[in-house]
């Protein structure tokens, strides 16, 4: 199996610590790693953390945007060989009540059509490719929805299904599409808020960049349309 040595790689949301480590790790394995995000400030300091990554600002939810995007990073060397999807957010509270439509709205657009407008934009690209991957980080919460997060739980679960849907278009090629599912993320920036939370269950953003390393050195058969859980029973 051919692993990350030249593979071009293009990683959405990868403004934050998640892109951070995520950027830094694929670069660390000889990737040629694009990243794209909305916000510029938080993009510029993952692509300075990843030394030879490319940043570019791009919403996401502007679909030409996107397949420009896309465009720009296949022109580059010919071929694209994974996205990574790394959007998320969250707004929910304790009770079903406290869920509203303007949540909904939020989340609908942050953690869905971000999904659709990069999986249309790239999934050609992946298909032709002999390791072409595409990632979505998923929750647990997509599977086990509680009263307080169905906003966010039913957001979750139609990224999901959209992924499965790109996975069953991949099903003739050597691509696949990959959910990796967490209970939440962290990172140090949290530890060293919280030195005494326990963080029970949640992956480190280090480890969530290896196991997404992983995937280019596993046989596609055994990852498209996989919903894999990461420190989630």
Not at 51 to 70: N, S
Not at 105 to 132: I, K, N, P
Request: net charge negative.
């Amino acid at each position: 199996m051919n692993g990350l040595d030249g593979a071009v790689i293009a990683v959405a949301g990868a403004g934050g610590p998640t892109g951070r480590a995520v950027l830094a790790r694929l670069a660390r394995a000889g990737a040629h790693v694009y990243g794209a995000d909305a916000d510029a400030e938080r993009l510029r300091e993952s692509v300075d953390a990843a030394p030879g990554a490319h940043g570019a600002v791009v919403d996401l939810l502007d679909v030409a945007a996107t397949h420009r995007w896309a465009a720009d990073v296949e022109r580059e060397h010919g071929r694209v060989d994974g996205l990574v999807h790394l959007v998320g957010g969250w707004r929910g509270g304790k009770k079903f009540g406290d869920n509203s439509l303007e949540d909904w709205a939020f989340l609908h657009d942050l953690l869905v059509r971000t999904v659709q407008h990069t999986s249309l934009a790239f999934h050609e690209a992946l298909a032709r490719s002999a390791r072409g991957r595409f990632v979505l980080i998923s929750a647990a919460a997509a599977g086990r929805p509680t009263q307080g997060n169905a906003g966010y739980a039913a957001a979750k679960a139609a990224a999901e299904t959209w992924t499965l849907a790109l996975a069953d278009a991949f099903a003739e090629t050597d691509a696949a599409a990959t959910i990796l599912v967490v209970k939440a993320l962290v990172n140090d920036a949290m530890r060293e808020a919280r030195p005494n939370a326990k963080f029970a269950g949640f992956t480190d953003v280090a480890d969530l960049a290896d196991e997404i390393a992983g995937l280019w050195t596993t046989a596609a058969i055994d990852l498209n349309g996989k919903r894999l859980c990461l420190n989630v029973p």
